[in-house]
């Protein structure tokens, strides 16, 4: 296997996008939508809980592959928690990471090696809608929700 | 058949992909790769005779209208249609089947009407159709597939009225490879006075078609996926349907006389063509159609064959490798997935082995919700690939089973 492809497919993100933590559905949740990808057919339903101003509980399902699948779970893992005026800054972040047309290098904008896994798209620009899908449409929600 | 001379002709294998490696090409089902008289036509179109056509008392324009008119006479002779007044160039198979629909059917429906298509069919021959459903009230009926990846021929036979104003299939599903019996559904639909359109864009370059023996009122096909260039196709049609239709598009080109007041056009296919044409695509479809002749069909169809029954051999001894759809009536095109591996990442791996595949839904969402997978990966071949392109990649597919495992 080459390097190329083994900077692609880092430990870390074959781990997430076979774990479960944050697969499933909410009872009780305050946003809910779809990623979707119509060029490869990837798709995720999240929903996430937000109480007390932040983000409090986030869940994934759907399917895609394991890149869009690891993205899917490393935002929840990331984003739970945070507070809604950090949220936009946080996912703004992860996109300039998969962005091969920033001018920062990945280990300017973070120090965290789950995101950081996710730097290597800017390799394989064919990709960079998988690590993205996600986020992007997280994204278009909170602009939506601004504007609300 | 010598491949490796037939391959020596595109120039594309003689270069090494980014990652060091010979150019597997696997994705002929989207678009094939071009030989290299196909790129002189059209060089040499620009470099040396470039003009308008039909316009032009002058050289070159009189040399290029003939050409055309040449590739009109060779399109006719490869599909055996009757004449060339029933070849119209479009910018393609989905370009083609957007102008029936809005010159041929549209002009004719109303509310209680029937289209009917059937579930394997590409996106380019159902939303066309299911546009003109919203529009005029018209139901779509759609012939089921069956497990096997054939239609359900009985269902058609049941399902066929008066009612239907059009049934419109594709020659060989695009996913699954299996051909559909064109003259079998073409008798059913006579009964009914149903026209035929066939989408032929998958077959052409495996597959000789002759319309007169299929008897469809119409068919469509790109240059593209036959070895020709992009942006071009052909709309064959019968006389009297194309004759009875309104121009596909309105402007310079179809015109006999034009006042303020109306318009006269020219006969069928000219009516047809609107604007100038795109005379380098044409001129590189008939160089595609030259080059497809110059194969001897038989040997193209058995080598094809051969090709395609050894792959599937060697894909089914992948663990947890699932092919869709059945081998009866195959052509060279398998749909496949393996457990516990999505089609994206296959492909990913693939591609640093220099080996292209298709992974998605192969515009055809509705085919892959039917056998409830979310995406497969596709490998389709054509005349220049061989059984060795096949073991590199089984190879390849075990590495990445390994790595996923």
């Known amino acids: ?148 | 058949m010598d491949i490796d001379q037939v391959k020596s002709q595109f120039p594309i294998f003689r270069q090494k992909t980014p990652t060091g490696k010979d150019l597997i090409y696997l994705d002929n089902a989207a678009t094939s790769q071009k030989p290299q008289s196909v790129i002189d036509a059209i060089t040499n179109y620009y470099s040396k005779e470039y003009s308008t056509v039909g316009r032009g008392a002058y050289w070159p324009a009189n040399v290029n209208t003939v050409k055309i008119n040449q590739v009109r006479s060779k399109v006719k002779n490869f599909l055996n249609a009757q004449s060339e007044k029933e070849i119209v160039f479009t910018a393609g198979a989905t370009d083609g089947i957007n102008k029936i629909a809005r010159s041929f059917l549209a002009p004719k429906l109303k509310s209680g009407d029937v289209i009917m298509i059937s579930q394997v069919e590409h996106h380019a021959n159902l939303i066309p159709w299911q546009e003109l459903c919203k529009a005029y009230g018209t139901e779509l009926l759609v012939i089921p597939v069956l497990e096997s990846g054939h239609l359900d021929y009985e269902w058609i036979q049941k399902n066929l009225s008066d009612r239907v104003k059009l049934l419109a299939v594709s020659a060989c599903s695009n996913v699954l490879g299996i051909k559909n019996d064109i003259k079998r559904i073409t008798a059913m639909a006579e009964l009914s006075r149903t026209p035929v359109l066939v989408d032929a864009a998958q077959v052409l370059s495996h597959n000789r078609v002759d319309v007169q023996e299929w008897n469809c009122d119409f068919l469509v096909f790109s240059a593209h996926k036959m070895f020709g260039p992009t942006g071009v196709g052909v709309v064959y049609g019968k006389q009297d349907l194309l004759n009875e239709m309104k121009p596909f598009n309105y402007g310079g080109g179809i015109v006999k006389e034009v006042t303020f007041m109306a318009t006269n056009y020219q006969d069928i296919p000219h009516k047809h063509e609107a604007g100038t044409p795109n005379i380098a695509g044409v001129l590189g479809l008939g160089a595609a159609i030259e080059f497809v002749e110059q194969l001897s069909q038989n040997e193209t169809e058995n080598y094809l064959e051969e090709l395609t029954n050894y792959a599937l051999s060697s894909l089914k001894t992948i663990n947890g490798l699932k092919i869709m759809g059945g081998e009866q009536d195959k052509t060279p095109v398998i749909s496949f997935t393996i457990d516990g591996i999505h089609p994206h990442d296959i492909s990913t791996f693939l591609n640093e082995e220099g080996i292209c595949v298709r992974a998605g839904h192969h515009c055809a969402q509705p085919l892959l919700q039917r056998f409830e997978i979310p995406a497969s990966v596709r490998v389709s071949f054509a005349i220049y690939n061989t059984k060795s392109d096949i073991d590199k990649l089984v190879m390849a597919l075990l590495k990445t089973q390994a790595f996923f495992s």
């Open chain 1, 1 to 148: 296997m080459n390097e190329r492809l083994k900077s692609l497919y880092q430990t870390v993100i074959l781990q997430k996008s076979r774990e479960d933590k944050y697969v499933g559905k909410l009872n009780d949740f305050s946003l809910e939508f779809r990623a979707y990808n119509p060029m490869c057919g990837d798709q995720f339903d999240l929903q996430i809980l937000i109480e007390d101003n932040s983000f409090k509980c986030l869940k994934y399902s759907g399917s895609g592959c394991s890149i869009s699948r690891a993205s899917a779970a490393v935002l929840c893992e990331h984003l739970q928690g945070v507070e809604l005026d950090t949220v936009r800054q946080k996912v703004e972040l992860f996109l300039e990471l998969v962005d091969a047309d920033s001018d920062k290098q990945p280990e300017e904008l973070t120090d965290d090696e789950n995101l950081l896994a996710f730097a290597a798209a800017r390799e394989f620009p064919e990709r960079k809608t998988c690590a993205d899908l996600s986020w992007k449409e997280l994204l278009n929600q909170l602009d939506t929700l601004n504007q609300s």
